[in-house]
């Protein structure tokens, strides 16, 4: 990642006639591994400006990819630029998220009624339906998604995905199992 931030930074720099760090932090890496991981982590990325108050409702948000997928929802479409939402095929699976994207956008704009003080709102049965899909109870979803930065240091999916992981890694202990537990039922 140093190879790929120095140019650019250095670009930014010149650009902007200033010096120093164009990123913030340092660049972090999470492996996301299940369907439930990547869509929290979407969805916390999405809700970051409605969290901040930056933006009252994720579509918005000028910073973050919902606006894009809204904006070609409303016309039947998904945005070209993006990873298209393929619904819940499985048999000769295009190459996308396995998730509709009605029911994403759905996700995410009830959960920033959520998160949001000034907004206190409730997921709906429609969007509890969507999280029992992923097998994540409603409580899980909202910690999980307001306090994805902090929960979540390393892997993140299922213990049993975790389990899987370390295996494929050779690794003997499953580090950041307790913070997984958050991605499933009991």
């Known amino acids: 990642m140093r190879c790929l931030n120095e140019p650019i930074a250095r670009q930014a720099n010149l650009e902007d006639n200033c010096t120093g760090h164009f990123w913030e932090g340092r660049f972090k890496s999470q492996a996301l591994l299940d369907e439930a991981a990547v869509l929290?982590?979407?969805a916390y990325v999405e809700l970051?400006?409605?969290?901040?108050q930056i933006a009252c409702t994720p579509e918005k948000s000028g910073f973050t990819?919902?606006?894009?997928?809204?904006?070609?929802?409303?016309?039947?479409e998904q945005p070209k630029q993006l990873l298209p939402f393929?619904?819940?095929?499985?048999?000769?699976?295009p190459k996308g998220i396995a998730f509709s994207l009605k029911d994403y956008l759905i996700l995410v704009d009830e959960t920033g009624r959520v998160i949001r003080d000034d907004k206190?709102?409730?997921?709906?049965?429609?969007?509890?339906a969507i999280l029992n899909r992923l097998n994540i109870p409603a409580a899980n979803w909202i910690k999980i998604v307001a306090e994805f930065s902090q929960l979540f240091r390393g892997p993140v999916g299922t213990l049993q995905e975790l389990s899987r992981y370390c295996e494929h890694l050779n690794r003997r202990r499953r580090h950041f199992s307790i913070s997984c537990e958050h991605m499933q039922s009991y």
Request: net charge positive; aromatic share 0%; glycine share 8%.
């Open 40 to 42: 929290a982590c979407m």
């Open 48 to 52: 970051n400006p409605v969290r901040a």
């Open 65 to 76: 990819s919902i606006k894009l997928r809204v904006k070609a929802a409303l016309s039947g």
């Open 86 to 93: 393929i619904g819940n095929e499985r048999v000769h699976q």
């Open 120 to 128: 206190r709102g409730a997921i709906s049965s429609s969007a509890e």
